[in-house]
């Protein structure tokens, strides 16, 4: 079968940058290589911010009820398309079907949002801010936008960003992950179909040498990233001396209380799915367990190790498993595996016990995969390498403490702060948590807090280096800046 080679969408057309070279994207379940994508450059960058920056006042200038007439049509092709989209996605990115479909309502959800605008983006006005004086707020889109996107949710965090910024009247530019573009490169297509003018979306594929033109480019107005700390740091610093806007998200080690009064076989079961779908590729995937109390701790540890045991790894998209809810496929690529594996090792070494070794994982159908079976290490202290590092990965750690005091004291001595839930029924130990607990995203009997259209995202410390979260009404500030206009009108003579 011939391999398909991707392009750019620029301007309304699709491009094949020319003298690129190319990188092979992968099916991490069996090894095959799928496609090819183009390691565009600085010049196929700067022609599609180019396209943007002439896209801008004209979109702009129209009607927001016109603005958002595409996203409808968007909704429905992806509504029409839905399990083609996640067939892809899962190809590409190896998670399980169910939660493609997932990741797909939630892309779908994003730009039904933004579909809102017309209520979202209204200003505010004060009469009689003094004798004769009207004061007004109008909120007015700033230029162009571009995103830098990762691997692990190919639809959705694109959609974080994406419609709200071109709902507001900004143009957008974006960078697929280079492993993952196949995914949207089939949105772009409906994106192509919907109607917007030209210039208004754009799409460019490549490695970092986008992101720095992006970061480099004076008609750039904000950028935002899902990524590493690291890179999110330099993105953060860079763009916060050019005086551009920036949204970096960054690594997550994401903690689960279990408190004694929780409901142990429900907390069991939800902590599986929290911490294995994806394969634990999630930026709000549960890592850490802390259990209060030494019985509860005992107890919690052996079904949860004994439930590891009972997760089905396999090919997603093998037609035996494929619609099992929960069905955990490979890491990403052969580089992440060995980087799990070595995490697995620094635990050894760190004195943990490891109480389920997921290296060597092996059955039908795995061999030319990137799979790595479920781990659990028990007896872990924090600090440890293992609870400080963001595995990325299906390892989970599990740590004990004495009180609900003492495991707020463990998350919030942590550097990322991401997400954390507590599994309790008391409603004093849920405020406590709730209100105490250093943390952007809090779930009280949730394993996930899962980002929601409606609502904003995003975590704290070095999780997140930015004053604004996305999604919903955070996004329209993003993508805004208030004008504050003040008016006094004389009476004709």
């Not at 571009?146 to 071109?166: C, D, G, K």
């Not at 496929?329 to 697995?344: D, L, N, R, T």
Request: charged share 20%.
């Amino acid at each position: 079968m011939a391999v398909r080679k991707l392009k750019n969408y620029v301007n309304g057309e699709w491009r094949e940058p020319e003298g690129c070279d190319w990188l092979d994207v992968e099916n991490p379940s069996t090894g095959e290589i799928i496609g090819q994508v183009p390691l565009s450059s600085t010049e196929d960058t700067n022609e599609a911010i180019a396209a943007a920056h002439a896209a801008f006042a004209g979109w702009a200038e129209t009607p927001v009820d016109k603005r958002v007439a595409p996203l409808f049509k968007l909704a429905g092709l992806i509504r029409d398309n839905h399990e083609k989209i996640c067939r892809v996605l899962v190809e590409e990115n190896g998670k399980s079907l169910a939660d493609a479909r997932a990741e797909v309502d939630r892309t779908l959800e994003n730009v039904e949002v933004s579909c809102g605008m017309p209520i979202l983006q209204q200003g505010e006005k004060l009469v009689g801010a003094a004798p004769g004086i009207d004061g007004e707020v109008l909120r007015l889109p700033m230029g162009v936008f571009a995103m830098i996107a990762p691997f692990n949710f190919p639809a959705m965090v694109p959609f974080w960003f994406l419609p709200y910024a071109i709902a507001t009247g900004n143009t957008f530019v974006l960078k697929p992950s280079k492993q993952v573009p196949c995914t949207m490169q089939l949105l772009s297509e409906y994106i192509d179909q919907s109607g917007f003018p030209k210039g208004v979306f754009n799409m460019v594929c490549g490695d970092r040498t986008i992101a720095e033109a992006f970061m480099d480019h004076p008609q750039v107005q904000g950028v935002s990233i899902v990524g590493s700390t690291p890179t999110c740091r330099i993105i953060a610093n860079k763009c916060a001396s050019a005086n551009k806007r920036f949204q970096a998200m960054g690594a997550a080690k994401n903690h689960l209380v279990v408190m004694p009064d929780a409901k142990i076989d429900d907390v069991i079961r939800n902590m599986i799915t929290s911490g294995y779908g994806c394969a634990g590729q999630r930026c709000m995937a549960s890592s850490a367990i802390v259990c209060v109390g030494d019985e509860l701790y005992d107890e919690v540890t052996e079904k949860f190790v004994d439930a590891s045991r009972q997760v089905t790894i396999a090919n997603p998209l093998d037609p035996e498993v494929a619609d099992e809810m929960m069905v955990m496929g490979p890491v990403i690529s052969a580089k992440a595996k060995e980087f799990v594996h070595s995490m697995i090792e620094t635990g050894v070494k760190e004195g943990a016990t490891l109480a389920l070794d997921g290296r060597g994982v092996q059955g039908p159908g795995l061999g030319n995969g990137h799979f790595v079976g479920t781990t659990v290490f028990t007896d872990v202290k924090p600090g440890m390498e293992i609870h400080k590092t963001e595995i990325f990965g299906p390892v989970q750690v599990m740590l004990k403490a004495q009180t609900l005091d003492d495991a707020i004291k463990i998350i919030n001595d942590h550097k990322y702060g991401n997400g954390a839930s507590i599994y309790t029924q008391n409603g004093y130990w849920a405020r406590k948590f709730k209100i105490e607990t250093e943390c952007g995203m809090i779930g009280v009997n949730v394993g996930i807090p899962a980002p929601v259209a409606y609502l904003p995202f995003g975590g704290m410390k070095s999780s997140q280096f930015a004053d604004i979260k996305t999604q919903g009404s955070a996004a329209l500030r993003f993508y805004t800046q208030d004008k504050i206009v003040t008016e006094r009108y004389w009476p004709e003579e």
